[in-house]
């Protein structure tokens, strides 16, 4: 009986089992036949070819051909630019080492034939028989084109200008086959101006409606093709006869809210461009998908138009919020749009992260200067300046994430795009998401190429030069693009109209009054870096600056400009760093008052002078020695002027941006970590300075301050201020439970008298730290301080720190924690550098993260860093060298 009753219940459930297969199976089948139905898209950015327009005897039609012969014609490098492709073909030298960039012609010497150049790409995609329609879409040339397919020319109307998108249905000029040729023809901008060493060269180049640093400015050399070149993706993309557009999503969060506890509803409200390709109207419905919810909107299209659709506005329940980094969680919801035509099929997908936020700004009448806000809660802007990631637009999203990384470490919120450059990339913005950095965007205008002074490095007068660019509906039609390409991250904050200067009034206002409002309306826009409009100049002159070594008083007793755009210093990097792209024979120590070596000069160290400040330390022995004593320079710099600022936080200042905070190229001056992603003395200093919640000591003084950026009070907070002398001997100054209100600074008690006492003949150094609670490090702050003389004398005669206990151990494949330990009766172990190394070559591996670096240890205490690489699992080493620590080399656990 069993068996029986067995085998029937097998039966049973293989019916049961086979009809649920099916039913599976069925709707998979479903489900796939609908995504094949759906967009597709990828890049074109391998296996293109290139060759020199005048070496070329054959037109646009001809080369496009799929049986044209390329005998002779070189790889190239897609996205990338003619020089890129010729340094990665070995036929120019690398323009950033040494004086490599004089090797290279320059194309206002050469003309623009010499940088005009064929780009063939060779690509599979049958001509569709189904009504799908196939589009090629560039993201941006530089700086106009033609372009053809399989022997037909593909645009109809001229391509012109560095910052406008294009697309392309090539549905009809794909081969039955689909072996396809595109070919394109790429003109360097005109003109390309007169690179005669002015900021911007001869200006010219702000004619074009481009990248303006290109002919040289005083942090880089020129560029010398002007960037020429398919320079950003190339993609094909596959969709039905709908194609979905520049969707556009808007948060409302209003009230001022808190990172943490239940929140109140945000509202969310969606629109997208819907283009119908076809020769017949279509219908159907856009769907927009967020947190598990879909919006939808049902639709008719006429033929060939494009139509904007607005959705319903949608309700969004205790919203997870985004937040700059620091004050919250950067919450990010993946969300899609979708066109589902009237046969249920997809006809087109968008996908896109949404960060749900809200910016708003007003006027801070005690300051004078506008004051920004992020969910109704303010927030007091510790800005770094950017110019590009590279200045040969050698872009990655690794090298976007590592750069946007570095600011999030620098305990910066926000990142100012300069207006020489560009609008940055999407990734750019991306990653900028992801870390919790506010992005105020220039638009491609400058005081020094726009005619705001009198320059007589410049061809044309001020009054013609106010006019530039020469095409302003160009100009127009760019923003607009870019305003669409990038207005959906939550990370960007402000829009400007230039850099230092307004753009001409017929791009002003239709921007500022048309534009924006309409394509984008949620952000603030200031008409120019330094206006009065966000920065009241009560000072005069241009309104930002001091530029340049500072004495640590200035950031603290001379009030500057309320909200100041640029402020900056140094930036020079370690005899590691300097090797990179200095010869041998050319690594020696720039004297003061004397010029120095060429190639210094050439990476724009003429005028840094470090010497004045280096030289307390003790002369310079030589270049190694001279770089770690920059080291010094740059950490105590860039912590003063944040702490400065902090100090006047909503009584003088609203926000400071920081010139600047990295170089796309082997500069000397304004970097807080080289060309090469390796971070120097400046990031730590500016780091520890930025806290949220802070503990310092005003330099005049000796007034020790507490500063809380944060939205809460920090309550029973245990302050210890301790003092050492050069041989390490410890004094307790106090210990003192403390408190401080939210958004506010505040003032505990002066050291100096104590300082000026202990460290009269040698100096001294003092020890300052916020204990929490659970007596966890809140802040973490050490000086050092020179004698009465101003001289760093115990510095120089500083016992060695021998006996420093170092051990390293590998906490998850990418981390490994390194805890340095000074036993009692030793000196301080003072300012040690860790280094992430190959076990082998002892080279640095790059990038690599550092929750701290540049530290010191007193005696009787200790140390812990996390060091973070995705190297870090490989046969590696920390390397280890101090003031008065010799280089060691640390086998990890």
Same mark, same amino acid.
Request: glycine share 8%; proline share 5%; charged share 20%.
């Given at each position: 009986?069993?068996?029986?009753?067995?085998?029937?219940?097998?039966?049973?459930?293989?019916?049961?089992?086979?009809?649920?297969?099916?039913?599976?199976?069925?709707?998979?089948?479903?489900? /796939?036949?609908?995504?094949?139905?759906?967009?597709?898209?990828?890049?074109?950015?391998?296996?293109?070819?290139?060759?020199?327009?005048?070496?070329?005897?054959?037109?646009?039609?001809?080369?496009?051909?799929?049986?044209?012969? +390329?005998?002779?014609?070189?790889?190239?490098?897609?996205?990338?630019?003619?020089?890129?492709?010729?340094?990665?073909?070995?036929?120019?030298?690398?323009?950033?080492?040494?004086?490599?960039?004089?090797?290279?012609?320059?194309?206002?010497?050469?003309?623009?034939?010499?940088?005009?150049?064929?780009?063939?790409?060779?690509?599979?995609?049958?001509?569709?028989?189904?009504?799908?329609?196939?589009?090629?879409?560039?993201?941006?040339?530089?700086?106009?084109?033609?372009?053809?397919?399989?022997?037909?020319?593909?645009?109809?109307?001229?391509?012109?200008?560095?910052?406008?998108?294009?697309?392309?249905?090539?549905?009809?000029?794909?081969?039955?086959?689909?072996?396809?040729?595109?070919?394109?023809?790429?003109?360097?901008?005109?003109?390309?101006?007169?690179?005669?060493?002015?900021?911007?060269?001869?200006?010219?180049?702000?004619?074009?409606?481009?990248?303006?640093?290109?002919?040289?400015?005083?942090?880089?050399?020129?560029?010398?093709?002007?960037?020429?070149?398919?320079?950003?993706?190339?993609?094909?993309?596959?969709?039905?006869?709908?194609?979905?557009?520049?969707?556009?999503?808007?948060?409302?969060?209003?009230?001022?809210?808190?990172?943490?506890?239940?929140?109140?509803?945000?509202?969310?409200?969606?629109?997208?461009?819907?283009?119908?390709?076809?020769?017949?109207?279509?219908?159907?419905?856009?769907?927009?998908?967020?947190?598990?919810?879909?919006?939808?909107?049902?639709?008719?299209?006429?033929?060939?138009?494009?139509?904007?659709?607005?959705?319903?506005?949608?309700?969004?329940?205790?919203?997870?919020?985004? !937040?700059?980094?620091?004050?919250?969680?950067?919450?990010?919801?993946?969300?899609?749009?979708?066109?589902?035509?009237?046969?249920?099929?997809?006809?087109?997908?968008?996908?896109?992260?949404?960060?749900?936020?809200?910016?708003?700004?007003?006027?801070?009448?005690?300051?004078?200067?506008?004051? +920004?806000?992020?969910?109704?809660?303010?927030?007091?802007?510790?800005?770094?300046?950017?110019?590009?990631?590279?200045?040969?637009?050698?872009?990655?999203?690794?090298?976007?994430?590592?750069?946007?990384?570095?600011?999030?470490?620098?305990?910066?919120?926000?990142?100012?795009? !300069?207006?020489?450059?560009?609008?940055?990339?999407?990734?750019?913005?991306?990653?900028?998401?992801?870390?919790?950095?506010?992005?105020?965007?220039?638009?491609?205008?400058?005081?020094?190429?726009?005619?705001?002074?009198?320059?007589?490095?410049?061809?044309?007068?001020? !009054?013609?030069?106010?006019?530039?660019?020469?095409?302003?509906?160009?100009?127009?039609? $760019?923003?607009?693009?870019?305003?669409?390409?990038?207005?959906?991250?939550? $990370?960007?904050?402000?829009?400007?109209?230039?850099?230092?200067?307004?753009?001409?009034?017929?791009?002003?206002?239709?921007?500022?009054?048309?534009?924006?409002?309409?394509?984008?309306?949620?952000?603030?826009?200031?008409?120019?870096?330094?206006?009065?409009?966000?920065?009241?100049?009560?000072?005069?002159?241009?309104?930002?600056?001091?530029?340049?070594?500072?004495?640590?008083?200035?950031?603290?007793?001379?009030?500057?400009?309320?909200?100041?755009?640029?402020?900056?210093?140094?930036?020079?990097?370690?005899?590691?760093?300097?090797?990179?792209?200095?010869?041998?024979?050319?690594?020696?120590?720039?004297?003061?008052?004397?010029?120095?070596?060429?190639?210094?000069?050439?990476?724009?160290?003429?005028?840094?002078?470090?010497?004045?400040?280096?030289?307390?330390?003790?002369?310079?022995?030589?270049?190694?020695?001279?770089?770690?004593?920059?080291?010094?320079?740059?950490?105590?710099?860039?912590?003063?002027?944040?702490?400065?600022?902090?100090?006047?936080?909503?009584?003088?200042?609203?926000?400071?941006?920081?010139?600047?905070?990295?170089?796309?190229?082997?500069?000397?001056?304004?970097?807080?970590?080289?060309?090469?992603?390796?971070?120097?003395?400046? +990031?730590?200093? +500016?780091?520890?300075? $930025?806290?949220?919640?802070?503990?310092?000591?005003?330099?005049?003084?000796?007034?020790?301050?507490?500063?809380?950026?944060?939205?809460?009070?920090?309550?029973?907070?245990?302050?210890?201020?301790?003092?050492?002398?050069?041989?390490?001997?410890?004094?307790?100054?106090?210990?003192?439970?403390?408190? /401080?209100?939210?958004?506010?600074?505040?003032?505990?008690?002066?050291?100096?008298?104590?300082?000026?006492?202990?460290?009269?003949?040698?100096?001294?150094?003092?020890?300052?730290?916020?204990?929490?609670?659970?007596?966890?490090?809140?802040?973490?702050?050490?000086?050092?301080?020179?004698?009465?003389?101003?001289?760093?004398?115990?510095?120089?005669?500083?016992?060695?720190?021998?006996?420093?206990?170092?051990?390293?151990?590998?906490?998850?494949?990418?981390? /490994?924690?390194?805890?340095?330990?000074?036993?009692?009766?030793?000196?301080?172990?003072?300012?040690?550098?860790? $280094?992430?190394?190959?076990?082998?070559?002892?080279?640095?591996?790059?990038?690599?993260?550092?929750?701290?670096?540049?530290?010191?240890?007193?005696?009787?205490?200790?140390?812990?860093?996390?060091?973070?690489?995705?190297?870090?699992?490989?046969?590696?080493?920390?390397?280890?060298?101090?003031?008065?620590?010799?280089?060691?080399?640390?086998?990890?656990?």
């Amino acid at each position: 009986m069993y068996p029986i009753f067995l085998k029937m219940l097998y039966d049973l459930f293989m019916k049961k089992l086979c009809k649920c297969l099916f039913i599976s199976i069925f709707f998979l089948f479903v489900g /796939i036949q609908k995504n094949l139905l759906a967009q597709t898209q990828y890049e074109l950015n391998t296996a293109w070819r290139c060759a020199a327009y005048d070496a070329v005897k054959a037109n646009g039609e001809q080369i496009s051909q799929p049986t044209f012969a +390329l005998t002779d014609w070189k790889n190239a490098v897609v996205p990338g630019t003619v020089l890129t492709t010729l340094v990665a073909n070995h036929e120019m030298p690398d323009p950033f080492y040494g004086l490599n960039n004089e090797k290279i012609p320059d194309i206002y010497h050469v003309g623009r034939n010499f940088y005009t150049y064929w780009f063939v790409k060779n690509f599979e995609e049958k001509k569709p028989s189904n009504g799908q329609q196939v589009w090629l879409k560039f993201r941006g040339i530089n700086y106009s084109c033609d372009i053809y397919l399989n022997g037909k020319k593909v645009n109809t109307q001229p391509v012109v200008g560095m910052f406008l998108r294009r697309a392309f249905n090539i549905t009809s000029l794909l081969n039955d086959k689909g072996n396809n040729r595109l070919a394109v023809v790429v003109y360097p901008p005109n003109p390309v101006g007169n690179p005669n060493g002015g900021q911007g060269g001869d200006g010219t180049i702000a004619k074009n409606v481009g990248i303006q640093y290109t002919a040289g400015w005083d942090w880089i050399r020129p560029i010398r093709d002007r960037n020429t070149g398919i320079w950003d993706k190339v993609y094909i993309e596959k969709t039905g006869a709908v194609n979905l557009k520049d969707p556009h999503v808007v948060t409302r969060v209003p009230a001022q809210r808190l990172p943490t506890g239940t929140q109140k509803p945000a509202f969310i409200e969606a629109t997208a461009d819907l283009e119908n390709a076809s020769d017949v109207a279509q219908t159907g419905t856009l769907v927009f998908a967020i947190a598990g919810k879909k919006i939808t909107q049902t639709v008719r299209l006429a033929p060939h138009s494009t139509t904007t659709v607005k959705l319903p506005t949608y309700t969004l329940e205790n919203p997870r919020l985004w !937040w700059p980094a620091g004050y919250g969680e950067q919450a990010l919801y993946a969300a899609s749009f979708t066109f589902v035509a009237a046969n249920n099929r997809v006809s087109d997908e968008e996908k896109l992260n949404v960060g749900v936020r809200e910016i708003q700004t007003d006027w801070n009448s005690t300051t004078n200067s506008r004051q +920004l806000y992020v969910n109704g809660q303010r927030i007091f802007i510790k800005g770094g300046n950017w110019i590009i990631s590279d200045a040969m637009l050698r872009f990655s999203d690794e090298r976007y994430d590592a750069e946007v990384r570095f600011h999030r470490d620098m305990n910066l919120n926000l990142i100012r795009i !300069w207006g020489g450059a560009l609008v940055e990339r999407p990734e750019f913005y991306a990653a900028c998401d992801k870390y919790g950095l506010l992005v105020f965007q220039d638009f491609w205008i400058s005081g020094d190429c726009n005619g705001r002074w009198i320059d007589p490095a410049k061809k044309e007068d001020q !009054w013609t030069r106010r006019r530039y660019p020469d095409d302003h509906q160009l100009f127009l039609h $760019s923003a607009a693009d870019m305003i669409k390409m990038v207005r959906n991250h939550p $990370s960007l904050a402000v829009w400007c109209g230039g850099n230092e200067i307004t753009p001409p009034e017929d791009i002003l206002v239709p921007l500022r009054d048309e534009i924006l409002p309409t394509l984008d309306g949620t952000r603030w826009f200031v008409d120019y870096s330094n206006s009065d409009a966000m920065s009241y100049n009560f000072l005069g002159g241009n309104g930002d600056g001091p530029y340049g070594i500072q004495p640590l008083e200035v950031f603290w007793q001379q009030r500057t400009f309320p909200f100041n755009s640029e402020v900056g210093s140094v930036g020079t990097g370690d005899y590691e760093s300097l090797k990179r792209f200095i010869p041998k024979e050319n690594l020696k120590v720039p004297e003061y008052g004397t010029k120095p070596d060429t190639v210094w000069t050439y990476h724009t160290y003429t005028g840094v002078g470090y010497n004045q400040f280096i030289d307390p330390y003790g002369k310079p022995k030589d270049v190694q020695d001279f770089a770690l004593k920059a080291q010094l320079v740059n950490y105590d710099q860039y912590r003063g002027l944040i702490e400065g600022f902090s100090a006047h936080s909503w009584e003088w200042y609203t926000g400071v941006m920081i010139w600047k905070t990295q170089n796309p190229w082997t500069s000397m001056r304004g970097q807080m970590y080289d060309y090469y992603l390796d971070p120097n003395a400046c +990031l730590y200093g +500016l780091r520890s300075g $930025s806290e949220l919640v802070h503990v310092m000591a005003n330099p005049i003084d000796g007034m020790v301050m507490m500063v809380n950026n944060g939205f809460s009070a920090k309550r029973n907070l245990m302050l210890v201020i301790k003092t050492y002398d050069m041989t390490g001997k410890e004094k307790l100054v106090t210990q003192v439970f403390t408190y /401080i209100e939210a958004g506010s600074v505040k003032k505990i008690l002066s050291v100096k008298n104590i300082l000026d006492e202990l460290g009269a003949k040698d100096g001294a150094f003092l020890s300052l730290q916020l204990l929490d609670e659970q007596q966890q490090v809140v802040s973490d702050n050490f000086y050092w301080y020179p004698n009465k003389e101003g001289q760093y004398t115990g510095l120089q005669t500083m016992p060695q720190a021998g006996q420093l206990v170092v051990k390293a151990k590998r906490i998850s494949p990418e981390k /490994i924690q390194v805890t340095l330990s000074n036993p009692t009766q030793q000196p301080v172990a003072f300012f040690n550098r860790l $280094s992430l190394i190959d076990a082998q070559s002892k080279e640095r591996l790059l990038p690599t993260f550092y929750d701290n670096n540049y530290v010191s240890v007193p005696p009787a205490t200790s140390r812990t860093l996390t060091i973070e690489s995705k190297q870090a699992s490989g046969n590696v080493q920390i390397a280890l060298e101090g003031w008065n620590v010799p280089l060691r080399y640390i086998t990890i656990e």
